[in-house]
């Protein structure tokens, strides 16, 4: 358990730690000479039956707020400090709005320096402290009376800290390792190091990392945890990191920098937010208002537009796009405090919907609706939300990232029984369940109006059929919700063809017989089948009527037209593919030249550069100068259909 304590300078923070620990947290030069403390201080203690104590001490400082942010983000419990013969002061009060927007619900009430007052004044300071809890999360917190200098109310204190830690719920540890640095420092044949609080997930010695949002990669050359050597450091934990790398150097990494599992390294420079104005504010947040936005344990300038509406009035909530001055790392569910632009006072905070939301159509109804959903803490009802409104399908990837779950929690999305998951190249997507059958409607639709259309055709490409469909889709979204209409049996693929079951095409009599005397040719002769004009030669027919089958033969997918009047049959060019592919294997850095290709199927050069130029244009082939490379994906659109198509 993190404890961390909060309250007005001068109140006994420290020396409460010291009472409770034995360690003096105030370690810099200046904060022994001003006998204030003036950034972080840390402590530990040791739990019987429990986990180790960890102590955030903060500066009280009004000046120092932000580096009491920095320490606040991330405990479990805090430990408000409010001196009897002062009473409250503004920085209790603006300490406690903090910790009401990070949402600490864990925590008691100090008293400290009754040994200076009356019982009396005691219980008035108490009255006004409970009165000032009021709607806080801290609202039902203890008060309990000390004094560092005769000890009383110490035991009490350490009493409940101690059965807190023993009663502290486990943290969730299956998302991916984060960590919010507060620290960063060299030691003498140790190297780096920092410091700060892990917000999930574990890491381990030997476990190579990422700083974010710089993105230099490290590896966790040993590691303690909770102030004690350990294998194992995870979410819930203060933890010291030792960190190797070509780049680390302790000057490069800086305070609310994130060290993270590289997976998690997106930063962003514009959050969606759901956000509060707090009900001391004298007025409304308007458009465009500057801020500073604290978030793990960063400080960043930025921006407000309000979606919902058109200004905030105090006490009130609204959803908002924050944009920021640089990127930061945001995951969904962080917490945001919001400070004035001269970082005088605490305005406001909320909580983070969406890590990377778009940039255009951000006040769209649609975009609110998703918003909305968005703020559903349970990511499976979250996901049905969001999958049931417009654009109707969710990018489970970007989903899983921007909620940190684990690769088993993603998986379990396939469960959900109002989903339909779909997936292609590695990409998966999730579907509502009644705009998938708006969507296979809509796409059924459209191919029958094409057959229609084109009885001689095979179908449509893939790219094709995205246009006609009314339902519009990115192409990588539509190629996996056809690939599992395909395996659905809703549609039929014929090599890059997509057709209905119910499709088929058929030749005439006469072209029946006509074409079987043309495969024979085509079938003996392979790499160089004869042109239109030597098959009419040749087979003594029309050299028109040859070049009309040929073409037809070729919109119903049996033929491919490579160039001008030179057809192949799709055996043929399967089996041309497969050859561009082992030469470029065969060759270092996996590319091909028309004269290798050439020597290889026996034909001559013209011929041999018409074929790769075809495959330029089908995507098998990517040509770079004299050189081509190959695209593995593709080399199978020309095999044949599974099923008979009715051409002899």
């Not at 095979?458 to 990588?476: K, M, Q």
Request: glycine content about 10%; overall charge positive.
């Amino acid at each position: 358990m993190i404890v961390g304590t909060a309250g007005h300078i001068d109140h006994g923070k420290t020396a409460l730690v010291r009472a409770l620990t034995g360690v003096d947290t105030d370690r810099l030069p200046a904060e022994k000479a001003r006998g204030i403390t003036i950034d972080l201080g840390f402590a530990y203690r040791r739990v019987p039956g429990a986990e180790t104590l960890g102590f955030v001490d903060v500066p009280g400082h009004e000046a120092f707020v932000h580096n009491m942010l920095a320490g606040a983000a991330g405990i479990d419990f805090v430990v408000l400090v409010v001196a009897a013969d002062d009473g409250p002061m503004p920085q209790t009060c603006e300490h406690l709005q903090i910790i009401d927007l990070l949402g600490v619900e864990r925590g008691i009430v100090a008293l400290s320096k009754c040994d200076l007052v009356s019982a009396e004044r005691i219980a008035e300071v108490g009255a006004e402290v409970h009165q000032l809890l009021g709607r806080t999360s801290l609202a039902t917190a203890e008060i309990l009376p000390v004094s560092i200098v005769t000890g009383e109310g110490v035991a009490a204190v350490e009493a409940y800290l101690l059965d807190a830690a023993r009663n502290m719920p486990l943290r969730r540890l299956d998302g991916r390792f984060r960590l919010a640095i507060d620290r960063s420092f060299s030691l003498s044949g140790i190297g780096t190091v920092v410091t700060g609080t892990v917000f999930s997930g574990e890491v381990r010695a030997g476990d190579k990392v990422l700083l974010s949002p710089g993105g230099l990669a490290a590896r966790v050359r040993g590691l303690h945890a909770q102030n004690a050597a350990a294998v194992c450091g995870r979410a819930g934990q203060r933890c010291a990191l030792n960190l190797v790398g070509s780049n680390i150097d302790k000057d490069r990494i800086h305070r609310g920098d994130w060290v993270l599992d590289e997976a998690l390294h997106l930063p962003t420079d514009r959050i969606d937010a759901s956000i509060r104005l707090l009900p001391s504010e004298v007025r409304a947040l308007r458009q465009g208002s500057p801020v500073h936005l604290h978030l793990g344990a960063v400080r960043v300038p930025a921006r407000i537009a309000i979606l919902d509406r058109d200004s905030l009035p105090p006490g009130d909530r609204a959803l908002a796009q924050i944009v920021l001055d640089r990127p930061v790392g945001a995951l969904h569910g962080d917490r945001i405090v919001l400070r004035d632009d001269a970082a005088r006072r605490t305005i406001g905070g909320g909580i983070v919907l969406d890590p990377w939301p778009p940039d255009r159509g951000r006040r769209r109804p649609q975009r609110l609706t998703a918003l909305a959903a968005m703020s559903e803490a349970d990511a499976g009802q979250a996901l049905v939300r969001l999958a049931s409104t417009d654009p109707g399908w969710v990018d489970l990837g970007h989903f899983a990232h921007a909620r940190n779950l684990s690769v088993e929690k993603a998986a379990g999305f396939r469960g959900i029984t109002d989903i339909v998951y779909v997936e292609s190249d590695g990409a998966a997507f999730g579907f509502g369940s009644k705009n998938w059958q708006v969507l296979k409607q809509a796409t059924i639709t459209a191919l029958a109006g094409y057959h229609e259309k084109a009885r001689d055709s095979p179908g449509l490409e893939t790219h094709r059929l995205r246009l006609a469909v009314d339902t519009r889709l990115p192409s990588n979204v539509f190629a996996a919700a056809v690939s599992e209409m395909v395996r659905g049996g809703t549609l039929q693929r014929d090599g890059p063809w997509l057709k209905l079951a119910s499709h088929s095409v058929r030749l005439t009599a006469a072209d029946e017989r006509l074409w079987a005397r043309i495969r024979a040719v085509m079938e003996r002769t392979r790499f160089q089948p004869p042109r239109v004009r030597d098959f009419a030669q040749t087979l003594g027919a029309s050299e028109a009527e040859v070049r009309q089958l040929l073409r037809r033969l070729a919109r119903m997918g049996t033929l491919v037209e490579v160039a001008h009047d030179h057809f192949y049959t799709r055996t043929t060019i399967a089996e041309l593919a497969a050859t561009v592919q082992r030469v470029a294997n065969g060759n270092p850095g996996g590319k091909i030249t028309a004269a290798v290709f050439r020597d290889r199927i026996g034909t001559g050069r013209k011929l041999a550069i018409q074929i790769l130029e075809f495959f330029d244009r089908t995507g098998i082939t990517i040509r770079e100068g004299d050189l081509r490379g190959i695209r593995q994906d593709r080399l199978a659109i020309f095999e044949e259909p599974r099923r008979e198509r009715g051409i002899p």
